[in-house]
């Protein structure tokens, strides 16, 4: 009624993509936003007093005491949320279903991810030897990694010092 084109969310692959990633942004923000400002909170103002006074400068202050602590408090966060992200189905599912359709992809549509692509093989495709081959190898993918990432973050490493 304003005389504005349609917003092609849906049938153009690049705009539903985009929608998937901001819609995404949006609902994680306000999680990261909390843990972030809980973590900078138990940060001891006496560590930047000392480092002042040592010269360092903002940058210093950040890299050397603000980075290291909030990367230890929350790496297993990240870690997790990595993990969900590559299930997150129900945000790419009930915002486009995986659509728009691509002749190129097999079963799957452009934003499409792995569990949305397994989901259809089961459901609409009846193929369920494809799909639990590419859920066991997603299994040991995101396994792996987390695990590497776990024993990597000296998050769960008790202090001796």
């Known amino acids: 009624s304003l005389g504005l084109e349609k917003m092609p969310f ?3 692959s690049t705009m539903a993509k985009v929608m998937l990633l901001l819609i995404n942004t949006w609902l994680g923000a306000p999680y990261f936003m909390v843990l972030i ?3 900078l909170t138990n940060i001891d103002g006496a560590m930047y007093e000392a480092a002042e006074i040592d010269g360092a400068s903002r940058w210093q202050q950040f890299k050397e ?3 290291p602590i909030l990367l230890l408090q ?3 966060v990240l870690i ?4 969900f992200n590559f299930n997150n189905f129900s945000a790419v599912y009930l915002l486009t279903g995986g659509g728009p359709i691509n002749s190129e992809y097999r079963y799957a549509g452009s934003t499409d991810i792995l569990i949305t692509w397994v989901y259809k093989l089961t459901k609409e495709q009846s193929q ?3 799909a639990s081959v590419i859920s066991i190898i997603l299994f040991i993918f995101i396994a792996s990694i987390s ?3 776990f024993i990597k ?3 769960f490493k008790e202090d001796s010092e």
Do not use: E
């Not at 997790?80 to 993990?83: C, D, V």
């Open 10 to 12: 849906f049938t153009d």
């Open 74 to 76: 929350t790496s297993p």
């Open 37 to 39: 400002s809980g973590a």
């Open 128 to 130: 369920y030897n494809i």
């Open 80 to 83: 997790l949320t990595f993990a």
């Open 147 to 149: 695990s590497w990432n």
């Open 65 to 67: 005491i603000t980075l």
């Open 153 to 155: 973050s000296k998050s």
